[in-house]
């Protein structure tokens, strides 16, 4: 069993709050992206609509896999004994989530170099 001291508890709890506001903020602008996608799409169909209305999903979900290990590195502050523990399923969530990321921003890049194929 390890136990971080308070001072390192407390810089792990902000940097597991930092993460969520960022997914949290990240979140917020890809709903309103998702909306003024739907919304120019209703107006008019167009491969730049869709393309948008799919990289602002992307991003959604990116908020999602971002959100998940701030819980965990937020526990290490609140938990007694099973900080390691904590840390190690945080790690994890984040590789995963930086994997997804990696994924879905190469997948953006290329839907974005088709709308400029597509506009030349």
């Known amino acids: 069993m390890y136990e ?4 390192k508890a407390e810089q792990i709890w902000l940097f597991g709050n930092k993460i969520a506001i ?3 903020v990240l979140a917020f602008g890809s709903i ?3 909306i003024s996608s739907i919304i120019s799409l209703s107006n008019e169909s167009n491969f ?5 209305l799919i990289e602002f999903l992307f991003l959604l979900v990116i908020a999602f ?8 590195f ?3 502050a609140e938990s007694e004994g099973t900080d390691i523990e904590e840390l190690i399923v ?5 590789n995963l989530a930086f994997a997804i990321i990696a994924g879905l921003i190469s997948l953006i890049g290329i839907l974005q170099f088709l709308l400029i194929i597509a506009k030349v």
């Open 4 to 7: 971080f001291d308070d001072e």
């Open 22 to 24: 960022l997914s949290l």
């Open 32 to 34: 309103l992206g998702i």
């Open 48 to 52: 730049h609509g869709v393309v948008m």
């Open 65 to 72: 896999f971002l959100f998940r290990p701030s819980d965990n």
């Open 74 to 76: 937020k526990a290490i």
């Open 90 to 94: 945080g790690m994890k969530d984040f």
